[in-house]
């Protein structure tokens, strides 16, 4: 009896311990997801009412608005209390201390106001002698000014054989319209680079003395746009032209029966001065309905460069190797992977996220460094300092990543890069690649900054024509250019300027006219 009690008290223990192992292993899932559901509500309250990205720059907004309030307070005070003007007699702390203003800007027009001088001393009416003048100056602005311009073309009668002749109509940028191309290229700016809707405009207008309707408005950015169409096509040769392109997406309502639903904008920014290209910067923006991956097939497709870009899905295609003209090489974003590790060491004040963040951190000081550099330059650099910080920082993840649950959002973080890592280090042996996507980010900044101001696209021809003038508009600021004078020259000339020569047209040619014109 004692050999089989022992077996039946062994045989209860073995079972006893499976199921204690048992119970730990699910105390210890539960507990990995319930720290798991944790982080992701925090998550979704950080998405919802956090710092990111655009609420920072909300914040700042917010915060320098308090500040202009703060300043006029306190002029408004100083006002009330009769000390406007600083007292010679009294000491102001260091604190108070207003900076020096600059002088007035140089290129400014003068208008010159003499204060009358008396005829004769005020004490003793003897003849007065000019010393010298003191000149105080004051900013001012003249409003807004509209005129019309009448346009004469006299008629001539020959004496000899009576035939009538008369100089030709001049162009216009509307048929049979009489916007004048300022005009026009100031609606276009307002609406798209400053977000003001027409309706905002046309009562801004109407304030002004001067009735333009709505749709009147509309169909003069509809004119424009497509009067523009043909530089749209040059600057889109231009950026599929380029060995790298960055490309992002952002959403845009757009108004539909009784709704609105969720559209796209997409860009594609070429821009080679991080590795000292001489080609000059363009973006190029298109509109969907819809984030379905046929969309980039269709605007890359005939593209067979780099592409920077994040992770996106959709993209997938684009990287075959069976893809025809070529596969397109696939470039990922530091940036990106950064943000997901530093919400965690904010969020969960993990100390891997914040050593994953410093690591990254580390190489992207380096990369500060060598912006602007030769493609040459870069490489070699980057295989002699960054390449061994890469190496440390992969076996770091890889290390760490073996002790993590599956449950753990960092080990999602780290799994994001580890899956993609030849694309992520892709950049260590190619000079021309860039560390992060942020180019196409900032190029999306302006639309994301107003979709509060139009809030929705009024169709999807809407949203196409959006894109269009957004292409000129940030092609143009890239290139450091006033976008608003650029348009209205190019619309006052594009349909005399010969076809061979519409190039000359686009904002880095005509940088360049105006450049020679001012020296000259």
Known sequence: MLPAEIAALQTALTAERAARQQAEARASGAEAMVAYLKLLIAKMKRERFGQSAERGRKLLDQLELQLEELEASATEDAVAGGSAEPDPTSVRSLAGKRPMRAPLPAHLPRERVVVPAPPCCPCCGGKLVKLGEDVTETLEVVPRQWKVIQTVREKFSCRSCEKISQPPAPFHVIPRGRAGASLLAMILYAKFGEHQPLNRQSESYSREGIELDVSTLADWVGACTASLAPLLELIRHHVLAGKRVHGDDTTVPVLAKQKTVIGRVWAYVRDDRPFAGP???????????NRNGEHPNRHLAGYAGILQADAY??????????????????????????RKFFELAELSKSPLAVEAVRCIDAIFAIEREINGATAEQRLALRQERVKPLVGEFEGWMRAERARLSRHADLARAIDYMLKRWPAFTRFLDDGRICLSNNAAERALRGIALGRRAWLFAGSDRGGERAAAIYTLIATAKLNGVDPQAWLADVLRRIADHPAAHLHELLPWHWKLRQTQAAAA
């Not at 080609?279 to 309905?289: E, G, N, T």
């Not at 596969?327 to 992977?337: D, F, G, K, Q, Y």
């Open 313 to 338: 899905a959709g993209f997938g295609d684009l990287y075959d190797a069976k893809r025809k003209p070529g596969p397109i090489t696939e470039a990922a974003c530091w940036s990106h992977s950064r």
């Open 279 to 289: 080609d000059p910067p363009a973006a190029l923006f298109f509109y969907s309905r």
